[in-house]
């Protein structure tokens, strides 16, 4: 039986050749054949081109959004900007514009490593007259 037939959809793999976006289109680049233009609707993201500076999100990880530090392969190396650092997933990640609500997080999203949140230290608050320090041992 063959891989293909008539009537299957499929996906080509392609580079977005420019942020030009003409009456809906933009234009694709898929090697080794000339550009193409495709109706955004009809493009799914494979894996985002992400560079340092970034602003990006982790759809498993909820809305908190991060800065990119550093990238190596399908790899991001984030900041939270609270002191707190995480390496994503590359394909997992997606950009965002702190302008605009991030995007909806879809159904199944495979979770983005990032460190558990540190509970906040808790201060019991004692009355002044309840310590008498001429009772301590020391």
Partial sequence: MAKFRKGDRVSI??????????????????????????PQADIAMVRPDIIVGDTVWCPGRGTKHATVLATIEDHVWVSYGDGNYATWHAPQVQRIDLDAAPAEEPAIAPPCAAPDPQPEPVQAEVPDDAIDLDDLPF
Wanted: aromatic share 12%; hydrophobic share 40%; net charge negative.
């Fill in 13 to 38: 793999q392609g580079v977005i050749s420019a942020d030009y976006v003409h009456e809906g289109k933009i234009k694709v680049q898929v090697e080794p054949y000339h550009d193409i233009f495709v």
